[in-house]
């Protein structure tokens, strides 16, 4: 236990951060050959999305998975949208590169 906290599930879902927890959905729903998430959002601290310039808020991400095989660009698109999920919300700036 550290802090107070115990290892449990629960707790460590709570400590991820967005970018951690985009891996996990990413990894699950593609199983990608490449996967890369890049945390832009200290250049663009004090912008919109980013006032305070704290916080997860801008991200590139590239994947490349044959699960896009065959697949327009806007279906990709709504793919890795759908596998993030309610993760959506909270990202100000999604930049997405997306290949076989």
Do not use: C, Y
């Amino acid at each position: 236990m550290q802090n107070g906290k115990g290892l449990g599930a629960e707790n460590w879902e709570r400590e991820m951060t967005i970018s951690d927890e985009m891996r996990v959905r990413l990894q699950a729903a593609f199983a990608p050959k490449t996967l890369k998430i890049e945390d832009d959002s200290a250049s663009h601290a004090g912008h919109a999305g980013n006032p305070g310039g704290a916080g997860e808020t801008h991200f590139n991400v590239m994947i490349r998975s044959e699960a896009f095989a065959g697949q327009s660009r806007v279906a990709r698109h709504r793919m890795v949208h759908k596998a993030l999920g309610d993760l959506v919300p909270r990202i100000h700036a999604l930049a997405l590169d997306l290949d076989v």
